[in-house]
């Protein structure tokens, strides 16, 4: 019963370095995306996919990529980091509103850049 | 735009005292409204939605269009309900929108 998985927790990255956040579902969600939270900000969406091979932004998408190439799978990529990209990140998956479930959540990646 | 507001950042009472957690939203169609919970250091997780009428842990949320507002509540707080709530509509094309959230502290 594995749901919404992330790795890595925890990550320290030095300015300009580059990383990828995995995130993997095993619900056969179509539904994916990358929240990020920050204090006083609430989750703001980053990139977000409706399918494998789709992708699309979200309300703060700079400096970070992402791909869609199966239904499990949705890394996000920081390309060259900033510490204005220190966060918490979140990964979520959800089904076709019309299942009537709702939207699963990682146990969210702690960024620090330095 | 903004889809979803909730005014206080933070919010304090006392065990016992009543709490409510304040939700507006800007939606034209037929959204759904869900609110999370976040335990300190812990995912976020479904507390409960509009459509199940339903009570979780003493809380409940009633949708009301006319005011557009889904707020949360609870008649008798409880140490353990300090957490960050966050409100969150679901628009018909399955897009998630989330308020910046409220932390609650509720004082022994």
């Known amino acids: 019963n594995a749901g919404v998985t992330q790795t890595p927790k925890f990550q320290v990255l030095k300015t300009g370095q580059s990383m990828t956040l995995q995130c993997a579902q095993d619900m056969n969600h179509e539904y994916m995306s990358w929240y990020r939270q920050d204090p006083g900000m609430g989750l703001r969406l980053i990139h977000y996919?409706?399918?494998?091979?789709?992708?699309d932004q979200g309300e703060v998408p700079n400096g970070y990529n992402v791909s869609r190439s199966t239904t499990e799978d949705f890394p996000l990529r920081l390309l060259s980091a900033a510490p204005s990209q220190t966060s918490v990140y979140f990964c979520a998956s959800s089904p076709d509103r019309t299942s009537g479930n709702t939207i699963y959540f990682g146990e969210g990646s702690w960024l620090t850049v330095v | 735009a903004q889809r979803v507001t909730q005014p206080e950042k933070l919010l304090s009472v006392f065990k016992g005292a009543p709490v409510e957690l304040k939700c507006n939203y800007s939606?034209?169609?037929?959204?759904?409204l869900f609110w999370y919970v976040q335990y300190s250091r812990q995912r976020l997780q479904l507390l409960l939605r509009h459509i199940s009428r339903e009570s979780i842990k003493g809380f409940t949320a009633d949708l009301n269009k006319g005011e557009t507002s889904f707020h949360l509540k609870k008649p008798f707080a409880q140490e353990e309900d300090s957490a960050m709530y966050y409100c969150?509509?679901?628009?018909?094309?399955?897009?998630?929108?989330f308020g910046t959230g409220t932390s609650l502290t509720v004082i022994p």
């Open positions: 939606y034209s169609g037929s959204p759904e």
């Open positions: 969150a509509l679901r628009d018909t094309g399955n897009q998630f929108y």
């Open positions: 996919s409706v399918g494998a091979g789709i992708t």
